[in-house]
């Protein structure tokens, strides 16, 4: 089976972060360490929280690691405790990288073109240096522009998104993916491009409600179809279809939204689902006489 650890916080409640990436990405079938960055008492858009900053365990538990030899498939991050916590991360990678292994990051820090309550605006050139390590890095628009000073619009064109991917590609990651895609009324997807040139693009229903954690819940779930062997495009899809099934889910009560999508009861559906994915990647495949490419 193989092992990830991911590195953010823990929010006690409000469904985002460790809470959706242990259980999706456990269910998935591979085995999720964590590396807490925080904990606080709710994501930061409740109206108070509390947060108690991890900066000072991350060190200790990456010796201790070290020590015990323990080696991980991928390495997966999101939300970061502060701006100084980014060198910490970014040293993390530089000790528990390999040659095989994949580093995926997903830039939590903005959304609908504001950053997150907690952080500065000196926070996404600190954050810019923990993508420019990362094999696969996976922002949302706010995040990318932030992320590249490109200026944020809700309203573009084809030719604003494939600028917004080359500039991401420039920091230095080695494939990024664009989420919260919209070409087309009614339709919300993701976009990806990588150092070679290959692209990819894949469209859902765009659903009218907004939650809190579906960022979250979108790389878990990317992040375990790659280690159960998806292609980024496969894993990309199966992610876009599951947040899909999960906000389909969820209750449309007016403070629903605080507490993010009721992913667990549709766990069962990402297991049929995944199952379904490696089928036809495998069929694919075997048709064309390929080999599995795992990183
Ligand atoms: O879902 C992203 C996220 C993660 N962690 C914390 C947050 C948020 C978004 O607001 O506040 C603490």
């Known amino acids: 089976m193989k092992r990830i650890v991911t590195l953010q916080d823990i929010s006690c409640v409000g469904r985002c972060s460790i809470t959706v990436a242990l259980p999706v990405i456990s269910a998935m079938g591979v085995e999720c360490g964590i590396l807490p960055t925080a904990v606080l008492s709710t994501h930061t858009m409740f109206h108070t929280f509390t947060c108690k900053d991890l900066s000072d365990q991350i060190a200790p538990i990456a010796d201790a690691w070290e020590r015990e030899e323990i ?25 528990f990288t390999t040659p095989g292994n994949l580093v995926l990051v997903d830039p939590a820090m903005a959304d609908n073109g504001l950053l997150y309550p907690a952080f500065d605006s000196g926070f996404p050139a600190e954050m810019a240096k923990v993508c420019a390590k990362a094999d696969v890095i996976m922002p949302n ?17 084809e030719a604003y998104i494939r600028e917004l991917l080359e500039k991401l590609l420039a920091l230095g990651c080695k494939t990024a993916v664009l989420t919260g895609v919209s070409f087309e009324e009614g339709k919300l997807g993701v976009v990806y491009l990588d150092q070679g040139g290959s692209s990819f693009s894949y469209f859902t229903r765009h659903c009218p409600q907004s939650y809190h954690g579906t960022g979250d819940l979108y790389s878990s779930t990317v992040l375990g179809g790659l280690m159960r062997g998806l292609s980024l495009g496969s894993a990309l899809s ?33 297991c049929a689902m995944l199952e379904e994915h490696i089928r036809a990647e495998n069929r694919a495949l075997n048709s064309v006489g390929d080999t599995v490419f795992t990183k």
Request: glycine residues 2%; charged residues 20%.
């Open 71 to 95: 080696t991980f498939d991928a390495i997966y991050t999101g939300y970061l405790a502060s701006a100084e916590q980014s060198a910490q991360v970014c040293d993390f990678f530089d000790r």
């Open 141 to 157: 628009i706010t995040e990318a522009c932030l992320l590249t000073g490109m200026p944020y619009k809700t309203s573009y064109d």
């Open 238 to 270: 199966l992610a876009a279809d599951f947040v899909v099934t999960c906000i389909e889910a969820t209750s449309t009560a007016e403070n629903a939204r605080w507490y993010a999508v009721e992913f667990e009861s549709q766990i069962p559906k990402l």
